[in-house]
């Protein structure tokens, strides 16, 4: 009997390990992947959005502008 109960407690602590070698890995995966959409996406603004969307933006988020026109 004991020794069942000690082989349980080895399959389970190897569970466990097994369990947080994995939720490390996802979380490494998770902050590449923020790493990578850090980035944002391009956004097709009018003259007037401009100081709305641009000028009075927080000071951590940077832009690139590229004026066109129609």
Not at 36 to 64: C, H, K, N
Request: proline content about 1%; some cysteine; charged content about 40%.
């Amino acid at each position: 009997m004991k020794e069942k109960v000690s082989r349980s407690r080895i399959q389970d602590r190897e569970e466990r390990k097994s369990l947080c070698f994995d939720r490390k890995k996802r979380l490494a995966e998770m902050k590449e992947t923020t790493k990578i959409l850090r980035f944002g996406s391009m956004v097709l603004i009018l003259g007037y959005d401009f100081i709305r969307e641009v000028s009075q933006a927080p000071s951590d988020v940077w832009y690139t502008v590229k004026k066109f026109a129609f």
